[in-house]
Structure formats: structure tokens, C-alpha cells
């Protein structure tokens, strides 16, 4: 829930003054006078809930084996064993302080790390518990829960990611032992990026293809494998596991991402994750009431991304943001200071849509995981038809998620100047971390065919339709009901039109249709970007519908100011998507306005009722991003400290610099001191010429 109260904005005025930050007297000014708007998206036990995560950190930020200051300077070897102590303490703390599971969580993700125990937490332990076989789950299942045994989920291979159904790994039933085999046939089969297989699992939930008696290959199914022993923790007979080495620009450098071979490794029968699917002892398939029961595991996973990249993208605001309203360059005011820099227009034009995209998608995540909650639910008693619907939506949402996480988070070090280049910006190591993710948890462009073959399945169903007037529209493909007849096109567009909700989410959503029925049409013969454009436009117009519901149930609760600054911010999110849709709307003649004193650009008044709207919310841009509840702990920024003190913090963390321990380096006696004496030798040398 969407919880949105004011507080008083003095002692963060005052705070801020007393550290020299007058720019923020230029940006508030005469707009907020007592209160300070303050947003939250949490739980719906609000304010409660997020003092209970501020204890958290309390607790976290003192204790020593949570330190920070360090960790920059660091090797591979030793982040990855640093991280694995952080994980231990953090459980010795949920024991100690009796923290529930959802603390817990809180509690890692509070590290900024990428931990070797977020695949067990996030991907192995929710596919086991809810695709393994009463018997299985009673063996094994409080193990799990209590990480009694650590485990990982290997899926991509060395020559295959996306496309499961090409797996070569073989799991191979043997009828008189009621054993599996499994096997790597080849140097391509072999199992690569498997985050925690490294060194850290004992084992992992395996996907392979299911040999039949007789050699039918059923295709990809998930088996439980032990890796290591639980003694001494050595990788087991048949077994080859290893770390596939360091990975770009240093992300997820504290996870053991790994490799695993296996010869003719043996499992009980038991061990197929058998709730759906299933093998008789003499080697029958049973198959499962649904083909894509399996897709749970990776729907829970796409459902629990969208609100978590949300954050990311809050984190990115609330660091550029800041410490764009303490830096001054340029123009001298009346003060006969320089300009803040968040006031010139090449710079809110950046750093605001980032902030009302951070609170879309924090909303939406909560929103998709309710509803995947609700298919699970029907899933257990055999009802399937929520299946389809949450494939195409998790498919959509974690492709518009991901992309606009990386282009935000570098969009936002970016802003920042050349201070942002510096690791201490804290932003460069978020984008590391989350850059692999338009690629992780399906390739987004392998996907953006999955959302299409969608969105022309719904088309093809309204086309054939004897009666489409009847039929009734999911949320994904709500837009198709624009292509029903005595529908009409959007009319000319005032400037006053875009303060209205409705047209953004009318203007999306008949882009959508138009696209979609354009495929449909020249799908013979597509053309390349077809997939991509396709997918975008039909996520968009979901997402911008649902932004919709959140503008209309804002004025149910809030009044005055407040209401008036959060559909403003949501606002901003829809001009913004409406204005990145251009060249859609220009090719089907969908964006009809009126000219704007004199120009001919048809845009001019959706990109001057976007500006209108960053003006309109500088003066609540430091409140907006407080709200988010970071603590300079948490953010572990030197560019986005809540004092504003910037450059005191950039010039401490320098002091810290391992370089910096000595007056001379080491390098002068090895090479330096070489370097310069030849120089000089050459110049006497010439000089005697």
C-alpha cells in the first residue's frame, strides 16, 4: 500500500544549512515552508514496518563484520569470503534478535552486495518447495528452510542459456536400480554461471533432459543433486565444479559463480522433482496437467525482480539527485553563487524520470507478486489459468525493468560528472551488479519473443472471434479491445490534454494495438527490430494502465500538496514513456496536437508539459528520495551522504586508498627511479651534443 504522510521539514532544512548547502534554499525556496513531503512505498503496516527496518540498520551498521570502508580496495578472494561472513552473521543475528524470515531478507539486502546465498534464497529453495514430491520435500524440505544444506539451480550451459529446450545435459532413467543418471555428454553441456556453485553449494536443483527407457527424450526436467559433502565439504565422486573466473567491469566479484561436469553421477528415483511430471518405477512419464507447470520457479523469480529493480533505480535517484542539489557549476544567481547543477534543464531532465520510474515499478513489483501469489494458489489446487497471463506479464515487466535499471543507474553516475567515475560514487558497482540482469533469468530479446507470441495469440483469438464484442480481455492484452469496432483514435491533443492521465495511457495503449496488428499482419516477411518494438509497446500499455489505477486511488486517500506532488511524479512517468514512444505514435498518426506557438514540431507541448512538470517537482526532489529511507550505510555513496558533505566524504574515503599508505611508493625504487635517471641521462647526452 501506498503510504504517504508529511513530517516536519525543519531539521532537514536545518541540517542541511548548517552544512553550507544554501542551494537547497534555492530549489525549495518559497514552495515548502513547514513540511517537507515525504513518500513510502512499504508494507501495509507502513510507518511501523519501516521502523522496524531502521532498527535493522542500527543493529547491522555497528557491528564490525558489516563494515564498508574496505571492501573497494579489495581482491576477488577475499570479497567472496567476506561476503559468505556478512551471511553468517547475519543469521547468528536472526537468531539472536529473532528476526522473521522478510527481516532477514531486508537485512541481506541492506549489504549492497551480491551474496553466494541469494540463489538458494531466491531461485533453489522457492523451486524445490514448490516443484518437489511430497516424499522429497519431507526428507529434505526443513533442511532446505534452515540451510541445513546450501544449494544452487543450474540451468545455463556452457553452449546454452535461454533456449532450455536444447539442454544437453541427460538425465537418464534406469528402471532396474530406479536410479537417474546424470550426465554431461560434452564440453558444451557443461553447467556455467551457476551463482553459489563455485565453492559454495553441497547441492543444487539440475535441469536436464529426461531419457525414457528405449532413449525418448521428454525434454528438460529438474533433478535434486548433491554436489559437495556435508563432512568436509569436497566436491563428490563423478562430480567436476569449479569458479568460472571474474566477470565484467568487477560485478558480482563476492559470488562464486560456477562451473559443474557430471560423469554418470547416480540419484535415487526420489530425486526428480516429481510434484507435476513424474516417472513410474518401470519407466512410464506421467505427464503434467500443464506443459509450463514447471515455469513456476522462474515466474516467482521474474515476479520478485520488478519491485527489487525498483530500489535499484531509487538507490541511483537518491545518489544523483543529492548530490546534484549540493554541486554548483555555471551561472552566478543574485546570491553570487554558482548554479546548482539539479537546476539546469540537461540535468532534471535526466535524474526526475529515473525517481518516478523507481516508485512505478516499487508499486508494480508488490502488485505482480500479489498476483503471482494468487496463481500459486490456484496452481496447488489444479486451476492453470493464471499461467498464461503471469508468463507474458513477468516476461514483459522483467525486460522493461532490467533495461531501464541499466540505462537508469548509468544514466544516473553519468549525471554526476566526473565524480562519478570514481568507485566511491557507489554507483559504478551498482550497475556491475546489475547489468547481467537483461541477460540472467532469460535473455531479453529471446524474450521479447515470448511476449509477442503472446500478444498475436490474443490478437488471433479477437480476429477469429464470431463474436468479439464477448470477449473478455486479460490485464496484458486490455489494449486489444481499441481494435473492437466503433472504436475511435484519439482526437487533437490541447496542451492542457497531457495534464489528463487518461491521455498518455489512451495514446499507449492504441500504440500497442496498432503495433501488434502491424506483426500480425506482416509477420511473412518482419522486420528485425519487429520482437523488440512489439514487446516494449504491449508491456507499456500494461504498465501504463496500472499506473492509472494508482493515479485514481491516490485522491481516495491524500489531499492538498501531497496529492498534488504524487500525481505529479506519476505523471511524469507516463509524458516521459509517451515522449520515448514517439516515433510509433508519429508512424501511426496517433499523436495529433495542436501547434504551439507556431511551431511544427507535434511534440512541442508533450515535451513543455514534461518540463512544466520537473519544474514543478524540483522543489520536492531531496524529499522524494528521503522518503525512500536510505541510510548513508545502506547507500554507501561518498556523492550521496544525507548531510550533503560531499566532498569531505570523497576526500576521507581517498585517505583511505591503500596507495596512499606511504609517502613514497614501491614503484619508484622498481621503476620509477629507473624511469626518471634514463630520462635524465638522455637529456645530458643531448646536451653534450
Given at each position: 500500500?501506498?503510504?504517504?504522510?508529511?513530517?516536519?521539514?525543519?531539521?532537514?532544512?536545518?541540517?542541511?544549512?548548517?552544512?553550507?548547502?544554501?542551494?537547497?534554499?534555492?530549489?525549495?525556496?518559497?514552495?515548502?515552508?513547514?513540511?517537507?513531503?515525504?513518500?513510502?512505498?512499504?508494507?501495509?503496516?507502513g510507518?511501523?514496518?519501516?521502523?522496524?527496518q531502521?532498527?535493522?540498520?542500527?543493529?547491522?551498521?555497528?557491528?564490525?563484520?558489516?563494515?564498508?570502508?574496505?571492501?573497494?580496495?579489495?581482491?576477488?578472494?577475499?570479497?567472496?569470503?567476506?561476503?559468505?561472513?556478512?551471511?553468517?552473521?547475519?543469521?547468528?543475528?536472526?537468531?539472536?534478535h529473532?528476526?522473521?524470515?522478510?527481516?532477514?531478507?531486508?537485512?541481506?539486502?541492506?549489504l549492497?552486495?551480491?551474496?553466494?546465498?541469494?540463489?538458494?534464497?531466491?531461485?533453489f529453495?522457492?523451486?524445490?518447495?514448490?516443484?518437489?514430491?511430497?516424499?522429497?520435500?519431507?526428507?529434505?524440505?526443513?533442511?532446505?528452510?534452515?540451510?541445513?544444506?546450501?544449494?544452487?539451480?543450474?540451468?545455463?550451459?556452457?553452449?546454452h542459456?535461454?533456449?532450455?529446450?536444447?539442454?544437453?545435459?541427460?538425465?537418464?532413467?534406469?528402471?532396474?536400480?530406479?536410479?537417474?543418471?546424470?550426465?554431461?555428454?560434452?564440453?558444451?553441456?557443461?553447467?556455467?554461471?551457476?551463482?553459489?556453485?563455485?565453492?559454495?553449494?553441497?547441492?543444487?536443483?539440475?535441469?536436464?533432459k529426461?531419457?525414457?527407457p528405449?532413449?525418448?527424450?521428454?525434454?528438460?526436467?529438474?533433478?535434486?543433486?548433491?554436489?559437495?559433502?556435508?563432512?568436509?565439504?569436497?566436491?563428490?565422486?563423478?562430480?567436476?565444479?569449479?569458479?568460472?573466473?571474474?566477470?565484467v567491469?568487477?560485478?558480482?566479484?563476492?559470488?562464486?559463480?560456477?562451473?559443474?561436469?557430471?560423469?554418470?553421477?547416480?540419484?535415487?528415483?526420489?530425486?526428480?522433482?516429481?510434484?507435476?511430471?513424474?516417472?513410474?518405477?518401470?519407466?512410464?512419464?506421467?505427464?503434467?496437467?500443464?506443459?509450463?507447470?514447471?515455469y513456476?520457479?522462474?515466474?516467482?523469480?521474474?515476479?520478485?525482480?520488478?519491485?527489487?529493480?525498483?530500489?535499484?533505480?531509487?538507490?541511483?535517484?537518491?545518489?544523483?539527485?543529492?548530490?546534484?542539489?549540493?554541486?554548483r557549476?555555471?551561472?552566478?544567481g543574485?546570491?553570487?553563487?554558482?548554479?546548482?547543477?539539479?537546476?539546469?534543464?540537461?540535468?532534471?531532465?535526466?535524474?526526475?524520470?529515473?525517481?518516478?520510474?523507481?516508485?512505478?515499478f516499487?508499486?508494480?513489483?508488490?502488485?505482480?507478486?500479489n498476483?503471482?501469489?494468487?496463481?500459486?494458489?490456484?496452481?496447488?489446487?489444479?486451476?492453470?489459468?493464471?499461467?498464461?497471463?503471469?508468463?507474458?506479464?513477468?516476461?514483459?515487466?522483467?525486460?522493461?525493468?532490467?533495461?531501464?535499471?541499466?540505462?537508469?543507474?548509468?544514466?544516473?553516475?553519468?549525471?554526476?560528472?566526473?565524480?562519478?567515475?570514481?568507485?566511491?560514487?557507489?554507483?559504478?558497482?551498482?550497475?556491475?551488479?546489475?547489468?547481467?540482469?537483461?541477460?540472467?533469468?532469460?535473455?531479453?530479446?529471446?524474450?521479447?519473443?515470448?511476449?509477442?507470441?503472446?500478444?498475436?495469440?490474443?490478437?488471433?483469438?479477437?480476429?477469429t472471434?464470431?463474436?468479439?464484442?464477448?470477449?473478455?480481455?486479460?490485464?496484458?492484452?486490455?489494449?486489444?479491445?481499441?481494435?473492437?469496432?466503433?472504436?475511435?483514435a484519439?482526437?487533437s491533443?490541447s496542451p492542457?490534454?497531457?495534464?489528463?492521465?487518461?491521455?498518455?495511457?489512451?495514446?499507449?495503449?492504441?500504440?500497442?494495438?496498432?503495433?501488434?496488428?502491424e506483426?500480425?499482419?506482416?509477420?511473412?516477411?518482419?522486420?528485425?527490430?519487429?520482437?523488440?518494438?512489439?514487446?516494449?509497446?504491449v508491456?507499456?500499455?500494461?504498465?501504463?494502465?496500472?499506473?492509472?489505477?494508482?493515479?485514481?486511488?491516490?485522491?481516495?486517500?491524500?489531499?492538498g500538496?501531497?496529492?498534488?506532488?504524487?500525481?505529479?511524479l506519476?505523471?511524469?512517468?507516463?509524458?516521459?514513456?509517451?515522449?520515448?514512444?514517439?516515433v510509433?505514435?508519429?508512424?501511426?498518426?496517433?499523436?495529433r496536437?495542436?501547434?504551439?506557438?507556431?511551431?511544427?514540431?507535434?511534440?512541442?507541448?508533450l515535451?513543455?508539459?514534461?518540463?512544466?512538470?520537473?519544474?514543478?517537482?524540483?522543489?520536492?526532489?531531496?524529499g522524494?528520495?528521503?522518503?525512500?529511507?536510505?541510510?548513508?550505510?545502506?547507500?554507501?555513496?561518498a556523492?550521496?551522504?544525507?548531510?550533503?558533505?560531499?566532498?569531505?566524504?570523497?576526500?576521507?574515503?581517498a585517505?583511505?586508498?591503500?596507495?596512499?599508505?606511504t609517502?613514497?611508493t614501491?614503484a619508484?625504487?622498481?621503476?620509477?627511479?629507473?624511469?626518471?635517471?634514463?630520462?635524465?641521462?638522455?637529456?645530458?647526452?643531448?646536451?653534450?651534443?
Amino acid at each position: 500500500q501506498l503510504r504517504i504522510w508529511l513530517r516536519p521539514g525543519r531539521q532537514r532544512l536545518l541540517t542541511l544549512l548548517l552544512s553550507g548547502i544554501s542551494s537547497i534554499v534555492s530549489i525549495l525556496n518559497d514552495k515548502i515552508t513547514d513540511l517537507l513531503l515525504n513518500v513510502e512505498y512499504l508494507t501495509p503496516d507502513g510507518r511501523e514496518e519501516y521502523l522496524k527496518q531502521d532498527k535493522i540498520v542500527s543493529v547491522m551498521k555497528n557491528d564490525p563484520v558489516f563494515d564498508k570502508s574496505e571492501k573497494d580496495f579489495m581482491a576477488r578472494t577475499d570479497r567472496y569470503k567476506r561476503a559468505l561472513t556478512m551471511v553468517n552473521r547475519v543469521y547468528e543475528l536472526q537468531e539472536k534478535h529473532n528476526w522473521t524470515q522478510e527481516e532477514t531478507v531486508f537485512a541481506l539486502s541492506t549489504l549492497g552486495e551480491a551474496l553466494p546465498i541469494n540463489l538458494h534464497n531466491t531461485a533453489f529453495q522457492p523451486v524445490f518447495l514448490s516443484q518437489g514430491s511430497p516424499e522429497l520435500l519431507a526428507k529434505y524440505g526443513p533442511l532446505v528452510q534452515s540451510r541445513a544444506i546450501l544449494g544452487c539451480y543450474l540451468q545455463t550451459e556452457l553452449g546454452h542459456g535461454t533456449n532450455v529446450s536444447q539442454l544437453e545435459t541427460t538425465a537418464t532413467y534406469i528402471p532396474e536400480t530406479r536410479e537417474f543418471e546424470i550426465h554431461s555428454p560434452s564440453l558444451t553441456s557443461t553447467k556455467w554461471w551457476v551463482g553459489a556453485l563455485g565453492k559454495t553449494a553441497t547441492h543444487g536443483v539440475v535441469q536436464a533432459k529426461l531419457i525414457l527407457p528405449g532413449g525418448k527424450d521428454v525434454g528438460p526436467h529438474l533433478f535434486f543433486v548433491q554436489l559437495r559433502s556435508l563432512e568436509d565439504h569436497r566436491t563428490l565422486p563423478g562430480r567436476i565444479t569449479g569458479d568460472i573466473g571474474p566477470k565484467v567491469f568487477g560485478g558480482f566479484g563476492s559470488v562464486d559463480n560456477g562451473f559443474a561436469r557430471f560423469d554418470r553421477v547416480r540419484i535415487p528415483k526420489e530425486h526428480m522433482l516429481s510434484k507435476f511430471a513424474q516417472v513410474t518405477d518401470d519407466g512410464k512419464y506421467v505427464q503434467p496437467p500443464h506443459a509450463k507447470l514447471s515455469y513456476g520457479g522462474m515466474l516467482y523469480i521474474r515476479a520478485n525482480m520488478i519491485t527489487g529493480l525498483g530500489w535499484v533505480m531509487a538507490k541511483a535517484a537518491t545518489v544523483s539527485i543529492r548530490y546534484s542539489t549540493v554541486r554548483r557549476q555555471g551561472n552566478k544567481g543574485r546570491d553570487g553563487l554558482e548554479q546548482p547543477v539539479i537546476t539546469y534543464p540537461s540535468q532534471y531532465i535526466r535524474l526526475l524520470p529515473i525517481l518516478s520510474r523507481a516508485y512505478v515499478f516499487i508499486r508494480l513489483g508488490r502488485s505482480l507478486v500479489n498476483s503471482f501469489n494468487a496463481m500459486s494458489s490456484r496452481l496447488a489446487t489444479g486451476d492453470t489459468s493464471l499461467l498464461a497471463e503471469m508468463h507474458a506479464t513477468t516476461s514483459g515487466l522483467k525486460i522493461l525493468a532490467t533495461t531501464s535499471v541499466v540505462q537508469d543507474v548509468e544514466t544516473a553516475r553519468r549525471a554526476m560528472g566526473g565524480h562519478g567515475f570514481s568507485q566511491f560514487s557507489g554507483l559504478g558497482r551498482v550497475y556491475a551488479d546489475f547489468l547481467p540482469s537483461v541477460t540472467y533469468e532469460g535473455d531479453n530479446f529471446v524474450l521479447d519473443q515470448q511476449v509477442v507470441r503472446a500478444a498475436l495469440k490474443s490478437y488471433n483469438n479477437l480476429t477469429t472471434s464470431t463474436n468479439p464484442s464477448a470477449i473478455s480481455f486479460s490485464p496484458s492484452s486490455a489494449y486489444l479491445r481499441l481494435l473492437l469496432p466503433n472504436q475511435t483514435a484519439p482526437s487533437s491533443i490541447s496542451p492542457e490534454s497531457w495534464n489528463d492521465p487518461n491521455t498518455s495511457i489512451a495514446l499507449l495503449e492504441w500504440r500497442a494495438a496498432h503495433l501488434v496488428r502491424e506483426h500480425a499482419q506482416t509477420k511473412s516477411q518482419p522486420d528485425a527490430s519487429a520482437n523488440n518494438r512489439v514487446a516494449r509497446a504491449v508491456t507499456e500499455a500494461f504498465v501504463a494502465a496500472q499506473v492509472g489505477k494508482i493515479i485514481d486511488g491516490l485522491s481516495a486517500e491524500f489531499k492538498g500538496e501531497t496529492l498534488a506532488v504524487a500525481k505529479r511524479l506519476f505523471m511524469l512517468y507516463l509524458l516521459t514513456t509517451v515522449e520515448a514512444s514517439l516515433v510509433d505514435l508519429l508512424t501511426f498518426g496517433l499523436l495529433r496536437t495542436a501547434a504551439v506557438n507556431g511551431s511544427a514540431d507535434p511534440a512541442r507541448s508533450l515535451r513543455l508539459a514534461i518540463d512544466t512538470l520537473c519544474r514543478s517537482l524540483l522543489s520536492n526532489a531531496i524529499g522524494l528520495t528521503d522518503a525512500f529511507g536510505f541510510s548513508d550505510w545502506v547507500l554507501d555513496s561518498a556523492l550521496g551522504v544525507y548531510d550533503g558533505k560531499v566532498y569531505n566524504a570523497l576526500w576521507e574515503r581517498a585517505q583511505a586508498e591503500p596507495l596512499n599508505k606511504t609517502d613514497v611508493t614501491e614503484a619508484y625504487a622498481t621503476s620509477i627511479k629507473s624511469i626518471l635517471e634514463r630520462g635524465q641521462r638522455q637529456v645530458k647526452a643531448q646536451a653534450k651534443l
